[in-house]
């Protein structure tokens, strides 16, 4: 049940963000809370939000999957109450915990350095390996301008 005026509010709404990756995700993520309320988005309450949240858990979207998406929503209604809402639904929405795990794909420069050493030596002995080579029938490998 979206009007007219909440497809242009969306639409302006996904104008505003440089990414077109980031426009395909919030117009999905946009598209599924309309899906799911079955309302305009100047009916939308804090409820309709809060159960919006609870059926993105059992839809079985990683943690930090359903934080972007709730985090869409909030940003998406807060233009719309700078554009044409009354009041913001989304502003007490409380966005769900998760566990960060981004140190745990981060190098400590010490490793970085090491693997770095490994690759340049593995290098230089391969480099090294193929310059002791010699085509089959060549006696020598100085140049005969030497």
Request: aromatic share 6%.
């Amino acid at each position: 049940m979206v009007s007219s005026k909440d497809n242009r509010i969306i639409s302006l709404w996904l104008e505003r963000q440089p990414s077109t990756h980031t426009r395909g995700c919030y117009q999905r993520d946009a598209a599924k809370l309309l899906d799911h309320v079955d309302k305009s988005l100047s009916r939308i309450t804090l409820g309709d939000l809060q159960g919006f949240a609870q059926s993105l858990i059992g839809s079985g979207l990683a943690p930090i999957s359903r934080v972007r998406t709730l985090a869409a929503v909030k940003s998406l209604f807060g233009f719309a109450t700078a554009a044409y809402l009354a009041i913001d639904p989304a502003a007490e929405l409380a966005l769900p915990a998760y566990e960060n795990r981004l140190a745990e794909r981060i190098l400590a420069e010490e490793d970085v350095q090491r693997i770095l050493a490994a690759k340049l030596s593995h290098a230089t002995e391969s480099w090294s390996g193929a310059l002791r080579c010699r085509p089959a029938g060549v006696r020598s490998m100085r140049s005969p301008l030497a």
